[in-house]
């Protein structure tokens, strides 16, 4: 259960905490809020023994998680929307798909970088951009590489070219079923 790792289990403390600090009406508008975020974290736990009991996708997930900085979501996030990876010839094209390359804006024989590419998958580029951060927070060899990249051309194409260096084992092991 990710929910019960991140914390959620003060909510409790937390308002006695608050009881104790605000006025009357203050604390009962903090008791209906801190309600909403049990009924919530509810909703979430319902979510996730869902996506659990799945067993082709629990699969793929396990095998993704020993990649550097993928964690239960983002391994999640990226089976779920890649589905067949067989309809990527090769890592040229999947690493595209992810939005991990620059864009292009050629006009009259110039040839120009764009930034903010919008071509692709927003999501998959959002979970290898996390699973970076991540892999450099965590791992030294990631960390040394983020902080060389980071000098020449600043943190977040640093960050971009570390999910990229993600993405061919990402489709290695998607490919292994």
Request: net charge positive.
């Amino acid at each position: 259960m990710i929910v019960q790792d991140v914390g959620w289990r003060y909510l409790d403390r937390l308002g006695e905490f608050l009881q104790q600090q605000l006025p009357e009406v203050a604390w009962m508008e903090a008791q209906l809020l801190l309600d909403q975020i049990r009924l919530t974290q509810n909703h979430i736990i319902a979510l996730e023994k869902a996506i659990e009991q799945q067993t082709g996708f629990h699969e793929n997930v396990e095998r993704l998680k020993v990649l550097p900085g993928f964690g239960l979501v983002c391994a999640w996030t990226v089976v779920a929307e890649i589905g067949d990876i067989a309809r990527f010839p090769s890592d040229k094209q999947f690493v595209s798909y992810c939005r991990l390359v620059p864009g292009s804006k050629d006009s009259g024989g110039k040839h120009r970088h764009r930034s903010k590419n919008k071509d692709g998958n927003r999501y998959l580029r959002i979970a290898f951009n996390q699973a970076a951060i991540v892999a450099y927070r965590d791992y030294p060899v990631v960390k040394e590489h983020f902080k060389k990249v980071k000098r020449r051309s600043g943190k977040h194409v640093a960050r971009t070219v570390v999910g990229k260096e993600l993405v061919p084992s990402t489709r290695d092991l998607a490919d292994a079923e």
